[in-house]
């Protein structure tokens, strides 16, 4: 079992920056993908980003493409996503997700564990 754990959302102007981490235990992440998925309210979960077991892999969603890095620690069993040039549009519930499958994936259902959510707010 593994337990997934976010941190580093809050209300950040637009143009802004912020680093969500997503802390792993119960057993290490490192053969796992991990992904980054968000929620706006009345909207569905969407894809935002994965990175493979290695970290030598990351696929984006095209709306964060450019401005969204994804990034992994496997010695501390955390995840990253360093958010840069935020927008109003980007204010969601972001999500942490662990996939046994070391292979990246873009959709929710491939994820075996989820985090309870961290919120990010942006504003203009």
């Known amino acids: 079992q593994v337990q997934l754990v976010e941190s580093g959302g809050g209300l950040v102007q637009a143009g802004g920056s912020l680093r969500l981490s997503c802390a792993a235990s119960?057993?290490?992440?490192?053969?796992?993908?991990m992904g980054w998925f968000r929620q706006a309210p009345g909207k569905e979960r969407e894809f935002v980003a994965t990175i493979n077991w290695s970290g030598g892999s990351t696929v984006y969603a095209d709306s964060v493409k450019g401005r969204f890095t994804i990034s992994r620690d496997n010695a501390k069993n955390t995840v990253y996503l360093q958010m840069n040039s935020l927008k109003p549009e980007d204010t969601a519930v972001y999500y942490c997700a662990a996939r046994r499958s070391g292979l990246n994936a873009a959709t929710a259902p491939a994820y075996d564990y989820w985090g309870q959510g961290t919120q990010v707010t942006v504003s203009l």
């Open positions: 119960g057993r290490t992440i490192s053969t796992y993908a």
